[in-house]
C-alpha cells in the first residue's frame, strides 16, 4: 500500500512537470494526454485505498518519504498519512480534478497556451494531496502554499487581461493575511509542546487544558491562542466572512479553474484542517466557538449576496462560499462527521454546477449574463438535466425519516439537526436559524439560477434585456478570450448548442455522484458504521454526543424546516422569474436601499478600499517618502554626500590665487602660533 499512496500523490506532479517543461515541445494533445491519464491512474489509486481503508480493513498508517528538516528538537518528514479524512480526500480531489481535466479537453480546445493550462491543474492538484495526507504542520504549510501559489496562476491564467490579473493578486493577498495567522498558530503550537507532527501533539492537548499565557500583562488561554490562530488561516483559504472577497473575482480564470477551486480543493482545505485538528479544537472552547459564528455568519450573509447576481458563475461561486459556512458551524457545534460529509457531497454537485454553467457559456458561445439566456432547455437538454440535479442536490430537497432524497439532504439536514442539538448554546441556536434561512436563500437563488437559464423567455436572439437594471459588466467568460479574441462575436446572433461529449462524459459521472453520494455513504460518514468508518481520525471530548442526539431528535418540526423553506424557495423563484418575471426587473430598476447593498456585495470591496488599500498606500507613501527619501537617505549616503559637496564648495572659494589673501592667512596662522606660545607658557 505504501507505493500505491506515494504514487497516487506523486503522479500529478510528474504530469505537472512534462507538461509544463516540455509542453511547447511535445504539443497540445500529448501534454493533454499525459496529465489527465496521470490524474484519472491518481484517481484510481484514491479509490482503491479508500475502499480498501473503509471495507478491506486496511489500518491507519504513514509512509516517510525522506526527510525535510532537522535541526536541534525540530524535525519535520516529508510523509504521506493514511486515516479516514485522508482517504477520503483523497477521492474528493483526484476525482474532481481528474473530471475536471478531461471536461477542459473540450472547454480549453481553442486556446493556445494548453500544456501551461494542464500543468497548472496538475500542480494545484499535487499541492492540494500534500496537504491532505501532511503527517505535521510543516508539509500542511507547504500544501497550503502550494495550492495558494497554484490558484494564482491559474486565476490569473489569462494574464493579458487586466481583470483577470488583479484577481489573481486580490486571491494571493487575501490568502497571505490568513496564511500569516496560520504561521503564528504553528510556532504558538510549537512553542507549547516542542513538536509539529500530528501524533506527538493529539496525545498532549487534553493536559494542556486550561493553561493560560500571559502576554503585555494580560492572560490568554494558550489552546484557544493556537485554534483561533490557525482558524484566521482556514478563514482565508476556505473564504469565510472578513477574507471572502478573493473567492467571487476569482471568477476571471476559466471555468474549469472555477470548478476545481470551488468544489474539492483550495476552498475545502479549512474545514479539512479544522476537522483534522478536532482534538485541538475540543479543547479550545472559545475558538470553536468562533468557529460557529464566522461559519453561520458566512451562509447566510453569501447566500443573502448569491440571489442578487447576474452572472451565472459569481452565482455559483457565492454559493460555495456559504455552503462552506455550512461546514464550518457544523464543525463549530462539534460535528465533524457532518462537516465532512457535507464537504464529501459538496465536491460533487458543485463541481457539476460549475461545469454545466460552462456547459451554458460554452453553447451561448462565451455569455454568461443570465439576463441574456432563457428558453435553453431545449438547445442544451442534457446540461439542463444535470444542473437540475446539481440544483436539487444543493438545495437539499428531501424526505425527513426517509433515505430518500439527494446528496445535499444528507449532509446539509445532518448539519442543521447537529446545530439544534446545541440548542442550549448561544452559538448553536445562532447557527440553527442561520442554517434554516440559508437553506431557504440557497434554495430561491439556486432555482433562479435554472429558471432564468433554461426557462421563460429567451432573450439571447437580441440586445440584451435589461433584467436587472445592467449594472454587470461581466459579460463573457472569456472561454477562449484574451489570446485571439476567438469569441466569435458576442453570441447573440448565434443558436445555443450543446457541448461535445467529451464535455458532457464528466457532467453525468459528476451528476451520478450528485445523486447517490448521500445514501450511499451516509451510514459511514455519519450513520451506523461511523465509529468504525472514522476511527481516531477525528477525535471528539467525552461529552460531545452532538452526532448521536442529532438522530434522536424528537421536535418533528425541526426535521420538517429545511424541506418547508426549501420547497417556499423554490415557490417563490417560481413565482418572480416565472409567473411574474416584470417583479424583479422593477425591483432592480428602482433600486431600493435592501436591493443595492446586496447587490454591492455588502459594500465589502468598497470598505476594504477605502480602509485598508488606501491606509496601506498612504503608509507605502509615508515610509518611502518621508522614512526612505528624507530620513535615511536625507540623512545617510544623500546627507553624507551633501556635506561634503558643501562643504568642498565653502573650502573652493578660499583658493582666490591671489597672493596677498594668502600671505594674510600665513600672517594670521603666525599671530595664532605665537598668541598659543605666549599664553600657554604662561599658564
Known amino acids: 500500500m505504501a507505493t500505491i499512496v506515494t504514487l497516487c500523490v506523486m503522479a500529478p506532479i510528474v504530469g505537472a512537470a512534462i507538461a509544463g517543461f516540455f509542453g511547447r515541445r511535445i504539443g497540445n ?31 491507519d498508517f504513514t509512509v516517510k518519504l525522506l526527510d525535510f528538516i ?21 477521492v474528493v480531489v483526484t476525482s474532481v480534478s481528474s473530471l475536471v481535466h478531461l471536461y477542459s479537453w473540450g472547454y480549453m480546445s481553442e486556446d493556445d497556451s494548453r500544456p501551461r493550462f494542464f500543468s497548472y491543474l496538475s500542480l494545484f492538484t499535487f499541492a492540494m494531496l500534500m496537504l491532505v495526507t501532511a503527517a505535521d504542520f510543516m508539509q500542511l504549510f507547504f500544501g497550503w502554499e502550494g495550492v495558494g501559489l497554484a490558484s494564482y496562476l491559474l486565476i490569473g491564467f489569462w494574464f493579458q487581461k487586466d481583470s483577470a490579473s488583479s484577481a489573481a493578486i486580490k486571491a494571493f493577498v487575501v490568502n497571505r493575511v490568513g496564511d500569516f495567522g496560520f504561521a503564528l498558530g504553528i510556532m504558538t503550537i510549537y512553542w507549547q509542546f516542542g513538536t509539529i507532527n500530528f501524533g506527538e501533539l493529539f496525545p498532549l492537548l487534553a493536559n494542556q487544558k486550561g493553561q493560560a499565557w500571559e502576554f503585555a500583562g494580560m492572560y490568554f488561554s494558550a489552546l484557544d491562542l493556537a485554534a483561533f490562530l490557525l482558524f484566521i488561516g ?28 470551488h468544489a474539492a480543493t483550495m476552498v475545502t482545505a479549512g474545514v479539512y484542517m479544522v476537522c483534522l485538528l478536532s482534538p485541538l479544537f475540543e479543547q479550545a472552547p472559545q475558538a470553536k466557538m468562533i468557529v460557529a459564528y464566522i461559519g453561520a455568519i458566512t451562509a447566510i450573509f453569501a447566500a443573502s449576496i448569491g440571489f442578487t447576481q447576474n452572472d451565472i458563475k459569481r452565482v455559483i461561486a457565492y454559493s460555495t462560499c456559504s455552503q462552506l459556512g455550512y461546514m464550518f458551524f457544523a464543525a463549530g457545534v462539534g460535528a465533524y462527521q457532518a462537516a465532512m460529509f457535507h464537504l464529501f457531497t459538496h465536491a460533487f454537485f458543485k463541481a457539476l454546477l460549475f461545469l454545466g454553467a460552462g456547459s451554458v457559456i460554452h453553447g451561448m458561445h462565451h455569455e454568461q449574463d443570465m439576463r441574456k439566456m432563457g428558453g435553453l432547455y431545449k438547445y442544451l437538454p442534457v446540461t439542463y438535466a444535470v444542473m437540475t440535479i446539481g440544483t436539487i442536490a444543493i438545495t437539499g430537497l428531501g424526505i425527513p425519516y426517509t433515505e430518500i432524497g439527494f446528496a445535499g439532504f444528507f449532509s446539509k439536514d445532518a448539519i442543521i439537526e447537529s446545530a439544534w442539538v446545541m440548542h442550549g448554546t448561544a452559538q448553536g441556536m445562532f447557527a440553527f436559524w442561520m442554517g ?17 437559464t433554461f426557462h421563460g423567455k429567451k432573450t439571447w436572439d437580441h440586445g440584451h434585456d435589461d433584467h436587472a437594471h445592467g449594472h454587470d459588466s461581466h459579460g463573457h467568460d472569456d472561454h477562449a478570450k484574451g489570446h485571439d479574441d476567438h469569441d466569435h462575436g458576442h453570441g447573440h446572433a448565434h443558436t445555443p448548442h450543446e457541448s ?14 450528485a445523486v447517490a453520494a448521500g445514501f450511499v455513504f451516509a451510514p459511514y460518514f455519519i450513520g451506523e458504521h461511523a465509529h468504525a468508518f472514522w476511527g481516531n481520525a477525528i477525535q471528539t471530548a467525552s461529552d460531545n454526543h452532538v452526532m448521536h442526539e442529532a438522530h434522536n431528535i424528537k421536535e418533528v418540526w425541526v426535521k420538517l424546516a429545511p424541506l418547508v423553506v426549501t420547497l417556499l424557495g423554490l415557490a417563490l423563484a417560481w413565482y418572480y422569474y416565472l409567473h411574474r ?40 507613501d509615508v515610509f518611502w517618502k518621508i522614512g526612505d527619501v528624507k530620513i535615511i537617505d536625507g540623512l545617510g549616503p544623500n546627507g553624507v554626500a551633501w556635506t561634503a559637496l558643501k562643504s568642498a564648495k565653502n573650502l573652493v572659494k578660499t583658493q582666490t590665487g591671489y597672493v596677498y589673501h594668502y600671505a594674510f592667512f600665513m600672517f594670521l596662522g603666525v599671530v595664532g602660533l605665537l598668541t598659543w606660545a605666549v599664553f600657554g607658557l604662561a599658564h
Open 436 to 452: 434554516i434561512l440559508a437553506a431557504l436563500l440557497t434554495s430561491f437563488y439556486s432555482f433562479r439560477l435554472i429558471f432564468m
Open 234 to 261: 482556514a478563514m482565508g483559504k476556505s473564504a469565510q466572512f472578513f477574507l471572502h472577497t478573493w473567492l467571487p473575482d476569482a471568477m476571471e480564470g476559466p471555468t474549469p479553474v472555477s470548478a476545481l477551486i
Open 29 to 59: 494533445i500529448p501534454s493533454q494526454a499525459v496529465t489527465t491519464g496521470l490524474l484519472f491512474l491518481s484517481c484510481v489509486l484514491g479509490w482503491y485505498t479508500f475502499i480498501q481503508h473503509t471495507w478491506g480493513g486496511m489500518p
Open 500 to 513: 461535445p461529449w467529451i464535455m458532457l462524459v464528466p457532467l453525468i459521472l459528476l451528476a451520478v455522484g
Open 581 to 620: 418575471p416584470s417583479l424583479p426587473k422593477k425591483m432592480a430598476a428602482n433600486e431600493g436601499p435592501i436591493w443595492t447593498f446586496l447587490y454591492n456585495k455588502w459594500f465589502f470591496d468598497e470598505i476594504y478600499q477605502a480602509t485598508f488599500v488606501k491606509l496601506t498606500k498612504w503608509l507605502g
Open 70 to 90: 532537522n535541526i536541534g528538537d525540530f524535525k519535520s518528514a516529508w510523509s504521506i498519512r493514511i486515516d479516514a479524512l485522508s482517504a477520503t480526500m483523497l
